[in-house]
Nanobody, 122 residues
Framework: QVQLVESGGGLVQAGGSLRLSCAAS????????MGWFRQSPGKEREFIAG????????YYADSVKGRFTISRDNAKNTVYLQMNSLKPEDTGVYLC???????????????WGQGTQVTVSS
């Protein structure tokens, strides 16, 4: 089992920045691909970013490329999502996930956090 706890969400104006963190405990964190997904009202849970265990392979949704950066610190069992140039459409609950399959698909992950709310005002 892997337990995931997100933090760092909040209310920010359009154009602002936030840094999300996801702290993992349980099984060996460094073995897992880690991902961030967004859940918005009335929408499917969508992939935002993923990073392989080594940190050498990173994936982004087209909607966030150039604005968001995913990173991980295996020594701290933590994955981060730096979000810059935020837009109102970035609003949603951001969930952290751990898995060992396709890093760009919801089905690639086995463990999920509860999420942290991000609200971007216009």
């Amino acid at each position: 089992q892997v337990q995931l706890v997100e933090s760092g969400g909040g209310l920010v104006q359009a154009g602002g920045s936030l840094r999300l963190s996801c702290a993992a405990s349980g099984r060996t964190f460094s073995r897992y691909t880690m991902g961030w997904f967004r859940q918005s009202p009335g929408k499917e849970r969508e992939f935002i970013a993923g990073i392989r265990w080594s940190g050498n392979s990173i994936y982004y949704a087209d909607s966030v490329k150039g604005r968001f950066t995913i990173s991980r610190d295996n020594a701290k069992n933590t994955v981060y999502l730096q979000m810059n140039s935020l837009k109102p459409e970035d609003t949603g609950v951001y969930l952290c996930a751990a898995g060992d399959r396709d890093p760009t698909r919801r089905g690639g992950y086995d463990y999920w956090g509860q999420g942290t709310q991000v609200t971007v005002s216009s």
